[in-house]
């Protein structure tokens, strides 16, 4: 089993909808989590970072995170086509310090089309 | 800021032959990823460097593939002999003690 389960998709939507994306994982040492979003033939850009439990929003996205349930949201409102693309999400125990560092693990990423 | 270059975008080789895949980090970073990405298995670490020193290597998947970081402001990763299970997208990142700002990625094709 994967440390990291994410529907791979495509999830097809009509403009104006909210999109709705999750991961389920099983590590509970888990602490930060992240949303990368990546288009077509391009790097993965970080979206959204939160840390522990609880809901963040930036704009039209809100990334929420149950670490009781071991599930991660997005959810990005008014959908446009421009946010037509693949939503990886990561998740690590711990972010780089001088003498440690967690490993990052990614979801295997959802891809999204929203058409006009 | 030019962000995370990769060199070359793309690559096209025939197996056996050696490729050799460039990334100059985002300066001041100080930690260096090499990432490969696959439909099947999703992006997988390949090795992690930290201040030019090679930290994790557990990704690597076997002794045909080696990275090299000399300096803070460049690293390689070496695929000797290649074959064509090893074609993919490889990423380089980078990161200050936090969280990695991807490459845009080169694309290896081994026929």
């Known amino acids: 089993q994967k440390e990291v389960e994410q529907d791979p998709g495509p999830l097809s939507v009509p403009e104006g909808a909210i999109v709705s994306l999750n991961c389920t994982y099983s590590n509970s040492a888990f602490q930060y989590f992240m949303w990368y979003r990546q288009y077509s033939r391009k790097g993965p850009e970080l979206l959204m970072y939160?840390?522990?439990?609880g809901n963040k929003e930036d704009g039209r996205f809100t990334a929420q995170v149950d670490k009781s349930s071991k599930y991660i949201s997005l959810f990005i409102r008014d959908s446009q086509p421009s946010d037509s693309a693949t939503y990886l999400c990561?998740?690590?125990?711990?972010?780089?310090?001088?003498?440690?560092?967690?490993?990052?693990?990614f979801g295997a990423g959802t891809q999204v089309v929203v058409t006009p | 800021d030019a962000g995370v270059i990769q060199s070359p975008r793309h690559e096209v080789t025939e197996m056996g032959q050696e490729v050799t895949l460039r990334c100059k980090p985002i300066?001041?970073?100080?930690?260096l990823f090499w990432y490969r990405q696959t439909m099947m298995r999703g992006l997988e670490l390949l090795i992690y460097f930290n201040n030019n020193v090679p930290i994790d290597d557990s990704g690597m998947p076997e002794d045909r593939f080696s990275a090299k970081m000399p300096n803070a402001s460049f690293s390689t990763l070496k695929i000797q002999p290649s074959e064509p299970r090893d074609s993919a997208v490889y990423f380089c990142?980078?990161?200050?003690?936090?969280?990695?700002?991807f490459g845009p990625g080169t694309r290896l094709l081994v026929l």
């Open positions: 939160t840390y522990s439990s």
């Open positions: 990561a998740m690590t125990s711990q972010l780089m310090t001088t003498d440690s560092w967690g490993k990052f693990q």
């Open positions: 300066s001041g970073h100080n930690s």
């Open positions: 990142a980078s990161s200050s003690w936090g969280l990695p700002v």
